[in-house]
């Protein structure tokens, strides 16, 4: 409750994560902790300008197939953040291939008919 409140004190919100990937149970989703259960993923559905980044694992866009704003940097070093910071500036385009396949996620829209 508290993220989500002072969430709306500012004008965007960036969540800036560093997830290392894990191998679970033939899945490679972040499984990490509590890690997924303290409302990261469902922020930008109450904010208007939620973006995410991730630092760590490419996988965790599989935790947000809905999110609009995503950015996968593969690596938290100093020269990755700071080429994130001036891309969510707009300074710099986005670039680089993934040294990974990532899973297609289909996102099915609720039933409405129910």
Known sequence: DELRTKAQEHDVVFVNVYVMPLMTFG????TAGGFGHWGWRALFTEHP????TSFGSP????ELPHAPAVALAYGGSV???????KF???????????????????????????
């Open 27 to 30: 899945t490679v989703r972040v």
């Open 49 to 52: 300008h939620v973006v995410y």
């Open 59 to 62: 996988y965790l866009t599989h």
């Open 79 to 85: 020269a990755s953040q700071r080429a994130a910071v």
């Open 88 to 114: 969510w500036l707009g300074e710099i385009p986005a670039q680089g291939m993934l040294p990974v396949q990532l899973p297609k996620v289909k996102v099915h829209r609720p039933d409405s008919s129910r």
